[in-house]
């Protein structure tokens, strides 16, 4: 079949819907169009599946058939070098580079880095009184992210660091990141203008610590120093640019997203007694002082972490655009159009997950899923780099946080998803208390 499968028609509503529900959006989609269905968006149409079949023939494809999604439109925005938007041999490369960084002996060398921030933050929250559990999060994650791969171990770099980096990410606007009519100063009173002026100040601190890091000789692990000292394929050393780019990537993907699978998890764990219970007594059962590497070994932690990625992804959605074309359940799609995959479709199939909107960590006990049927760091050549990182980042501040400290809900009501800067998190502040 040379036609696209049907979907809505407009546009400008279709992203308006996912902007405010995002998981509404592609459920109502699905069920109104079937699967797949096609998805018009700024980015030009997308074919969309959560079916595994689906999912496997876009998984199993030859990467070089795909592009970076938007890298065009995105890059005047996010850096030309940004991972996120390099395709082909440069994306290979780059990535071959940072992979190890996120694995095996360094992973487990950032234990410790994690289970001290976590302990710190939460010894900071208030006694008796609410606080959000969203910002806090935030905070833990991008303290870790920043001593990770920046290496900022002291406490004033990490703040002025903290600070810019806060700054850019609620500065950045989809109205200009999808719009490039938007991109003009408007006399320095525009949001691209706030954007620009924002990111210049950010890389003048970037350059800062560039030059003093290139006039130390003091030997360093985090992800900067490996880059600062390794070569690009054609021998010649990565640029300033190039570095600020490549860590705003990893930056920008690495702090809310995990920030948000965190606060989902605690939320949806308070809401459930039984689950609770289940999850303390686990953590609890731990011996002093808490080894990171038996934390990674508990199994009913590791089904929570796994349900809440599950029930509330980050990602709802993954897509990459067609360079050549590619037959998916029964349609010729031709070269230039996106492939999307559904995750939050896929995650709410109630063949694979019983009542699926519900949070039940006992189903990754009882079962275990193949690669097409559970993703939510999405799959194949662009999988998520920091998916190792992230579980054990939250497991560890899971643990951390609940070995030490009882914190209830303030209120147990439920909560949407919504688009909040660059991720999808709950759509209310959730607040808790510790008692
Ligand atoms: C729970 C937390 C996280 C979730 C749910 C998540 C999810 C994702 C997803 C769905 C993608 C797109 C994959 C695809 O297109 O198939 C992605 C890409 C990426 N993530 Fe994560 N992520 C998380 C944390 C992190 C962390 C901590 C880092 C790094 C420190 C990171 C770095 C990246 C990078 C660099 C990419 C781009 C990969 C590429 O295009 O080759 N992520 N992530």
Same mark, same amino acid.
């Given at each position: 079949m040379?036609?696209? &499968?049907?979907?809505?028609s407009n546009?400008l509503?279709?992203t308006v819907?996912y902007?405010r529900? &995002?998981?509404?959006?592609l459920?109502?989609?699905?069920?109104?169009?079937?699967?797949?269905?096609?998805w018009?968006?700024f980015?030009?149409k997308?074919v969309? #599946?959560?079916? &595994?079949?689906g999912?496997?023939?876009?998984?199993?494809?030859?990467?070089d058939?795909?592009?970076?999604?938007?890298a065009?439109?995105?890059?005047?925005?996010?850096?030309?070098?940004?991972?996120?938007?390099l395709?082909g041999?440069?994306?290979r490369?780059m990535?071959?580079?940072?992979n190890?960084?996120f694995?095996?002996?360094?992973?487990?060398?950032?234990g410790?880095?994690?289970t001290s921030i976590?302990?710190?933050?939460a010894?900071?929250w208030p @006694?008796?009184?609410?606080?959000?559990?969203?910002?806090?999060?935030?905070?833990?994650?991008?303290?870790v992210?920043?001593?990770?791969v920046?290496?900022?171990?002291?406490?004033?770099?990490r703040a002025?660091?903290?600070?810019?980096?806060?700054?850019i990410v =609620?500065?950045?606007?989809?109205s200009?990141?999808?719009i490039r009519?938007?991109?003009?100063?408007? @006399?320095?009173?525009?949001?691209?203008?706030?954007?620009?002026?924002?990111?210049?100040?950010s890389?003048?601190?970037?350059?800062?610590?560039?030059?003093?890091?290139?006039?130390?000789?003091?030997?360093?692990e985090?992800?900067?120093?490996?880059m600062?000292?390794?070569?690009?394929?054609?021998g010649?050393?990565f640029?300033?640019?190039?570095?600020l780019?490549?860590m705003?990537s990893?930056?920008?993907?690495?702090?809310? #997203? #995990?920030?948000?699978a965190?606060?989902?998890?605690?939320?949806?764990v308070?809401?459930?007694?039984?689950?609770?219970?289940?999850l303390?007594?686990?953590v609890?059962g731990?011996?002093?002082?808490?080894?990171?590497?038996?934390?990674t070994?508990l199994?009913?932690?590791?089904?929570?972490?796994?349900?809440a990625?599950?029930?509330?992804p980050?990602a709802?959605i993954?897509?990459?655009?067609l360079?050549?074309?590619? #037959?998916?359940?029964?349609y010729?799609?031709?070269?230039?159009?996106?492939?999307?995959i559904?995750?939050?479709?896929?995650?709410r199939?109630?063949?694979?997950? &019983?009542e699926?909107?519900?949070?039940?960590?006992?189903r990754?006990?009882?079962?275990?899923?193949?690669?097409?049927?559970y993703l939510?760091?999405g799959?194949?050549?662009r999988?998520?780099?920091?998916?190792?990182?992230a579980v054990?980042e939250?497991?560890?501040?899971?643990?951390?946080?609940?070995?030490?400290?009882s914190?209830?809900l303030?209120?147990?009501?439920?909560?949407r998803? =919504?688009l909040?800067?660059?991720?999808?998190?709950?759509?209310?502040?959730?607040?808790?208390a510790?008692?």
């Amino acid at each position: 079949m040379s036609r696209l &499968p049907s979907g809505p028609s407009n546009a400008l509503f279709t992203t308006v819907r996912y902007l405010r529900d &995002p998981f509404g959006s592609l459920l109502g989609a699905a069920r109104k169009y079937g699967d797949p269905f096609t998805w018009p968006t700024f980015l030009g149409k997308m074919v969309v #599946t959560g079916d &595994p079949s689906g999912i496997k023939t876009l998984l199993s494809a030859d990467p070089d058939i795909y592009e970076a999604l938007g890298a065009d439109l995105l890059a005047p925005v996010l850096g030309e070098n940004n991972l996120i938007l390099l395709s082909g041999e440069r994306h290979r490369g780059m990535r071959k580079l940072q992979n190890p960084q996120f694995h095996g002996e360094r992973l487990h060398a950032y234990g410790r880095l994690i289970t001290s921030i976590a302990d710190e933050h939460a010894g900071r929250w208030p @006694l008796g009184q609410a606080f959000s559990i969203q910002k806090t999060m935030q905070a833990i994650s991008l303290d870790v992210i920043l001593q990770a791969v920046l290496g900022l171990g002291e406490p004033a770099a990490r703040a002025a660091f903290r600070d810019a980096v806060l700054s850019i990410v =609620a500065a950045l606007k989809p109205s200009f990141m999808f719009i490039r009519a938007l991109r003009r100063p408007m @006399l320095g009173l525009s949001a691209w203008a706030r954007f620009q002026r924002l990111r210049a100040t950010s890389a003048a601190l970037f350059e800062k610590e560039l030059a003093a890091r290139r006039a130390s000789a003091e030997p360093r692990e985090d992800i900067l120093s490996l880059m600062l000292a390794s070569r690009k394929e054609d021998g010649s050393a990565f640029g300033d640019e190039e570095l600020l780019e490549q860590m705003i990537s990893l930056i920008g993907a690495g702090h809310e #997203t #995990t920030a948000s699978a965190l606060t989902w998890a605690l939320y949806h764990v308070h809401r459930d007694p039984s689950v609770k219970a289940r999850l303390v007594e686990e953590v609890r059962g731990l011996a002093a002082p808490l080894d990171p590497q038996a934390v990674t070994r508990l199994p009913y932690l590791d089904a929570v972490c796994s349900e809440a990625l599950r029930l509330n992804p980050v990602a709802p959605i993954v897509g990459r655009t067609l360079r050549r074309g590619l #037959t998916l359940q029964g349609y010729d799609l031709p070269p230039e159009i996106s492939v999307g995959i559904g995750i939050v479709n896929l995650h709410r199939r109630a063949d694979l997950y &019983p009542e699926p909107e519900h949070f039940r960590p006992e189903r990754f006990l009882s079962r275990e899923y193949g690669p097409f049927e559970y993703l939510p760091f999405g799959g194949g050549s662009r999988r998520c780099l920091g998916a190792a990182f992230a579980v054990y980042e939250m497991k560890l501040v899971l643990a951390t946080v609940l070995r030490s400290h009882s914190l209830r809900l303030i209120r147990d009501v439920p909560v949407r998803a =919504a688009l909040r800067n660059t991720t999808v998190g709950p759509a209310s502040t959730i607040e808790m208390a510790r008692d």
